[in-house]
């Protein structure tokens, strides 16, 4: 008399003609309904080709998950990465109602941002660090596509990075229009009070761009810029 076939045990089957394997020998669980357990762990991969419930997961997947997220916190609060962890801060919170992102007891860190979206652009400011070591006439600090800008504002800082030590304070305003620019230096504090001055700033117009340039009276010099560019 012939054995019976094993069932429920690797190389295993279901009960039925034909015969479907449930354990493979190489450990597969192959089925073609519902597989229930407390707990099904693995080695390598869970693959399904329709969907996989759970009450948890832990691991990597591929593909899509559906479902809610239990979110840390109150309502608006903004969620971050915190060591691989979802977190979130009473500090920053994004209102829906009001389309509003607020940041409390904290700053909002950019080298440059945008006020205005669309056809409300209104300005763009950024922030540069920009150096010279000689003392070469109309050296170019920064550009801008005169095509995309109406009018600029400029806060310069020189300051000498040997002795004798100056620093120097800019303000320029400028502005353009069809391949002309004008500029005014309405603003400039030297220290010492004796101090020779550290740079001469122009604003140009050359080849489509509109430049900053400078020239120093010594060299080594490090220059903090603020630029606000208005929309054209």
């Known amino acids: 008399m012939a054995l019976p076939d094993p069932f429920n045990s690797v190389g295993g089957y279901t009960v039925g003609i034909p015969p ?3 354990i493979a020998t190489n450990g597969d669980i192959n089925s073609p309904g519902t597989i229930t357990a407390n707990a099904i762990n693995v080695t390598t991969d869970i693959r399904a080709a329709n969907t996989v419930y759970a009450s948890s997961f832990v ?3 591929t593909g899509t998950i559906s479902g809610g997220v239990t979110a840390p916190g109150y309502s608006t609060y903004i969620l971050f990465n915190t060591a691989g962890t979802v977190d ?3 500090n920053c919170t994004f209102n829906k109602a009001t389309n509003t992102f607020s940041i409390t007891n904290g700053r909002i860190l950019a080298n440059s941002y945008t006020l205005g979206t669309g056809i409300n652009e209104f300005s763009t400011t950024t922030a540069l660090h920009m150096v010279t070591s ?5 050296q170019i600090l920064t550009t801008v596509d005169a095509t995309t800008v109406c009018s600029m504002d400029y806060m310069i800082i ?4 040997t002795s004798p030590y100056y620093r120097q304070t800019s303000k320029i305003m400028a502005t353009s229009l069809n391949g002309d620019v004008g500029y005014y230096e309405y603003g ?3 220290v010492p009070q004796n101090s020779p001055g550290v740079a001469d700033f122009k604003v140009v117009y050359n080849n489509g761009n509109i430049n900053l340039t400078v020239t120093p009276s010594t060299t080594n010099v490090n220059y903090k810029i603020m630029i606000t560019s208005y929309k054209e």
Do not use: H, V
Request: no cysteine; charged share 10%.
């Open 59 to 61: 691991g990597t997947f």
């Open 20 to 22: 479907l394997p449930i």
């Open 88 to 90: 979130a801060n009473q």
């Open 158 to 161: 020189a300051t000498t990075t």
């Open 188 to 190: 400039t504090i030297d």
């Open 134 to 138: 000689t003392t070469s006439t109309d």
